[in-house]
């Protein structure tokens, strides 16, 4: 029975998986979500196994010092599921290889998956400076996926979010009220079980996100707003992380997914690392669109120039 369902698509035999396995992920009232500290889960979307492993902090990565070591260059990273690492195991990521290439430094990595720029605005505030970056990485596609700045739900969790007043951006829905988890889990449960297990639904479920995104930009142009509002915004939010890096003097570097991103922070005197090659570049993609390993060594490559001409340059002055 299993086997002629499984030729129907409804039940896959080598089962799909999430590509990050939602255990690794928890609420937080300030950030919508964050991932869970101690914490490890493995997946395997793409034929080999994957391990997400979130040390004492709540970072995909090593244990972190709060105090910089002697003699090391420290870059704190943000971003959303490329920065994280989505698909890709940890030492083939570029946070782990820009340490490899580049003597002295080192990469604590905040980003989180499913993350908007107004998040990693707020990552960085809460947590980020506290770890005396020399320097604070972004890594942004000026596209803004899934316009998730100008929203105070997405994927199913709720979120903070910025909206500009004037001159000003002013910070919305935060705390961010805590879910009803066991209700949710209850409600969430035949969701999980047709995605983890059938091949059809996980088609079907892509196909329908993005036809969901869409009715949301259309949704967005009817209520008076259009793609240069969402645009717009997240270059704002995105200028904001350079001028909150200034006043805390941490220099910060952007490195765009985007050649528009990366002429606009230019025009305001950012630090930019044009990575837009790279991202339209498919033999630099999982079948997802995430980047894959060879897309992961060649964003640590121009990271790892980059950082290096700045520390240079740095001593010069």
């Known amino acids: 029975m299993i086997r002629k369902l499984a030729l129907l698509g409804f039940v896959d035999l ?7 396995p939602p255990a690794v992920g928890r609420y937080d009232a300030e950030l919508g979500w964050t991932l869970r500290e101690n914490n490890v889960a493995v997946s395997k979307p793409f034929g080999y196994p994957i391990e997400y ?4 902090k709540g970072l995909r990565d090593r244990e972190v010092s709060a105090v910089k070591g002697k003699g090391e260059f420290r870059v704190v990273l943000l971003g959303d599921s490329n920065a994280f690492g989505f698909g890709v195991r940890l030492e083939n990521h570029f ?3 820009v340490e490899e290439y580049v003597e002295g430094v080192e990469i604590v990595n905040l980003a989180v998956g499913g993350y908007g720029v107004d998040q990693e605005l707020l990552r960085l505030r809460k ?3 506290s770890y005396g970056p020399d320097l604070v990485l972004a890594l942004v596609d000026g596209n803004y996926p899934n316009d998730r700045h100008m929203y105070s739900n997405r994927f199913g969790f709720a979120k903070p979010r910025f909206q500009l007043e004037g001159d000003e951006l002013l910070l919305y829905d935060s705390p961010v009220p ?5 209700r949710d889990s209850v409600l969430r449960l035949p969701h999980r079980l047709m995605r983890e297990n059938s091949a059809a639904y996980e088609g079907l479920r892509k196909v329908w996100s993005g036809w ?7 949704a967005l ?3 008076g707003g259009d793609r240069a509002d969402v645009v717009g915004l997240g270059d704002l939010i995105v200028l904001q992380i350079d001028r909150d890096c200034r006043a805390a003097g941490a220099p910060f570097m952007l490195g765009a997914l985007d050649e528009r991103l990366g002429r606009v922070a230019r025009g305001a005197d950012v630090n930019v690392v044009d990575l837009s090659s790279i991202a339209t570049d498919r033999r630099y993609a999982l079948p997802d669109g995430h980047l894959n390993d060879a897309g ?3 964003v640590a490559r121009e990271f790892a120039l980059a950082i290096e001409e700045f520390r240079r340059a740095a001593q010069v002055d």
Do not use: C, I, W
């Not at 969901?212 to 259309?218: E, L, N």
């Open 296 to 298: 992961n060594e060649a």
């Open 53 to 56: 492993r979130v040390n004492s």
């Open 221 to 223: 142009d009817t209520a």
């Open 212 to 218: 969901s995104v869409g009715q949301q930009g259309a």
């Open 178 to 182: 805590e879910p009803d988890t066991a």
């Open 95 to 97: 946070s782990t290889l």
């Open 14 to 20: 080598h089962p799909q998986s999430y590509v990050v």
């Open 127 to 129: 947590e980020g400076f």
